[in-house]
């Protein structure tokens, strides 16, 4: 899926971002609840930070959608609450943050289209953050996220 929002109204790409901001709120807010043990300790304010980073960005979502005349969505997107192991998180987390910025990069590609020079700067800053956030995941998963040894070696000594 390498270009998920090409002929969509950039009120429905919006929307559809945020949707996805909504779902990842409670999938990072349920893994800084549930981890435990050393690593997850260590790891828990990661997911809170990241997860409060996700509402800004919806609620940032939702006042452009409402500026141009549309119907911010209340619906979150479904998603992963499967998994209790850190590394199962984590893997889920970078997942999701990895399907993040390629849609941000998409509808920065319909923004430009529209012109709309002033959504466009909003969804490049988000973007960068959301490239973070995988940065972030990336670095739990000890740089490895072919699923194998996922143990994240700074804390692993
Ligand atoms: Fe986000
Ligand atoms: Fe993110």
């Given amino acids: ?51 409060i980073e996700e509402m800004k960005h919806a609620e940032e979502l939702g006042e452009r959608i409402d500026a141009l005349g549309g119907d911010p969505t209340a619906k979150a997107e479904k998603v992963n609450v499967e998994g209790v192991a850190l590394r199962e998180l984590a893997k889920a987390d970078y997942n999701a943050e990895m399907d993040a910025v390629m849609r941000y990069r998409a509808a920065i590609r319909v923004a430009e289209a529209k012109t709309d020079y002033v959504t466009r700067r909003m969804l490049e800053d988000i973007l960068a953050q959301e490239e973070d956030h995988a940065t972030t995941f990336m670095n739990m998963l000890g740089n490895d996220v072919t699923g194998h040894e996922l143990l994240n070696p700074k804390l692993a000594e």
């Fill in 1 to 51: 899926m390498s270009e998920p929002y090409a002929n969509m109204n950039l009120i429905d790409v919006l929307n559809d971002l945020r949707a996805r901001e909504l779902g990842a709120i409670v999938q990072y807010m349920r893994h800084h609840y549930i981890v435990t043990g050393p690593e997850g300790v260590a790891l828990a304010g990661d997911f809170k930070g990241i997860a």
